[in-house]
């Protein structure tokens, strides 16, 4: 089994890092495909002050694995420089970190331009992170971008800014006289985070290809989740790029018959940060009570987040877009002490129209109402589970309904912040892996 790629099944926040640190044990690499530091996860490891990561792999923290950031991230170097002497700090080895010299990299204009564009749109806002993602990936696609490997030629650096910098003038007007857009302090200290990185910079794809080729196990690590991919979630109310599973290939630079097994990833429950619809919304006390059980506040902004029942009309769309072949549930445990818990099994328009399916128009997702399933809660804490025997029939049963109207099986189950709080279930691929555990 050589390959497996991890993505968000909801709206990003499932819990991806933790299970990407469970895989990077048995792995040889770990390889971020897209987004930027818009993303964060946080990883308890026993009584250890938690490791917070936004860019990097989280395989880093297993020695002598290979971590890399792909071509299709966008990288903020001021974030990755910071986050590399922080895990250095902590006695971490960075050698096996490497850095695609095609990623593209977030310039202050684009922090800028990410917060302007919030700004203007006033109640529209997306609800950005305003970490400049959306600004970094269009200028991408308009061939303006500045990538890693423009940090290792001055010249071309400061041409290629200029270059860039020159079409937002009128958006950056009120931002004119702001130091960080001085084109000289920038191309200086653009170049002085290339002499930081120069040791990781490296032709990425050709590295996991050749580990792919010997046999080895790659784990390729999505950030978000599927109802935030630009073309298939909530548009306009989504990230910038592709955090579903086909976008592994483009942002690592494999093909598809590279990838073996897919797992997506998602909460026992629903959350959402930023604006757009979603019809499991919680407005009430049971809502405020799961935030808080849950811990459900951003790792990169520290907003609270929307918090909702599961969502299996989005769930099931998402392991149709994604080819899940496995489920991981996170967050089980906080379920804990609800007498009854309600799964949405389809959506209701305005008009009446049912919904089975996650509809393709966004006037009439904004406008459907959730019709839930009724099953069982369970009262037990569940937070020593380590098998699928030590949980409640209760739990028990909620995960099988969910993996039989997901036609997925659910691989692992995790019942608390710790390395140690999950539960293999032995099904799907969980067994092939499992057998390392
Ligand atoms: P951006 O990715 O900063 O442009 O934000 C676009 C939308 O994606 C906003 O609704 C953000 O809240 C959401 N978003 C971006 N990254 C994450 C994440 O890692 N978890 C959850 N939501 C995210």
Redesign the pocket.
Known sequence: MPSLVVV?AQ???EGKGKVTDLLAERADAVIRFQ?GN???HTIIRGDEEPWKLHLIPSGILHPGKLCVIGNGVVIDPRVLTEEIDALRARGVDMGGLRVSANAHLIMPYHLLL?SAGEQKLGEQQ??????G??PCYADKAARLGIRVQDLLDEKILKQKIAAAMEPKRLALRPHAKDPSLDLHAMTEQYLTYGHRLEQHIADTSRLVWDLLDAGRLVIFEG???AL?DIDHGTYP????SNPVSAAACIGAGIGPKDIDEVWGITKAYAT?????PFPTELHDSLGDRLRSAGGEY?T??G?ARRVGWLDLVALRYASRINSLTALVVTKLDVLSGLDRLLVCTRYRGAEGAEFDHFPYHQSVLHHASAEYVELEGWSEDLSECRTAADLPAAARDYLAYIAEMLGVPVALVSVGPGQDQVIWTGQGAAERLAVAT
């Open positions: 968000g709206w990003g926040d987004g818009n993303a964060g990410d997306i609800g950005t992170t305003r970490r993602i959306g950030a978000q989740g935030l109310f989504v990230t910038s959402r940060v930023g604006s757009g951003g990169t902004t907003r």
